[in-house]
């Protein structure tokens, strides 16, 4: 299982002040992390100029040309293995202003073993 460690902001949420939550606002525009109940777990990148080594990435890249949401996709994604994946954290918008904290975070790869688990 292949990770990836990402320095990225957290903040503490409001009406929880002992839960922090990361929102990865420092993410390039393809490059996306996938919440599993409200826990960043997986990273992926969608490039659709280069076909991927995962299957699982290229049929992404082949929803969405064809019009379909990625929000849709992962949560559909998750609810085959039985989990409630999300590409937003829910919390965004309950942050607490001047709790910002930099943190690295150390996230699985999304890949075909990923979905075949």
Same mark, same amino acid.
């Given at each position: 299982?292949? &990770?990836? /460690? @990402? ?14 939550f990361?929102?990865?606002?420092? @993410? ?5 992390? $996938?919440?599993?109940? #409200?826990? =960043?777990?997986?990273?992926? #990148?969608?490039?659709?100029? !280069? ?9 992404? !890249? ?5 019009? /379909? ?10 609810? &085959? ?7 937003? =954290? ?5 942050? !607490?202003?001047?709790?910002?904290k930099?943190? &690295? $975070?150390? @996230?699985?790869? @999304?890949?075909? &073993?990923?979905?075949?688990?």
């Amino acid at each position: 299982m292949s &990770r990836i /460690k @990402l320095e990225t902001e957290s903040y503490l949420i409001k009406g929880n002040e002992n839960e922090r939550f990361f929102p990865f606002l420092e @993410l390039e525009l393809n490059e996306w992390i $996938i919440y599993e109940n #409200d826990t =960043p777990k997986y990273y992926f #990148d969608l490039n659709s100029e !280069v076909e991927s080594e995962f299957e699982i990435l290229n049929w992404l !890249v082949a929803e969405l040309n064809s019009g /379909k949401k990625l929000q849709d996709l992962i949560s559909e994604l998750g609810k &085959r293995k039985g989990k409630i994946w999300n590409i937003f =954290p829910s919390q965004l918008g309950m942050e !607490v202003e001047t709790s910002f904290k930099t943190e &690295r $975070i150390e @996230l699985e790869y @999304l890949t075909d &073993r990923t979905i075949e688990k």
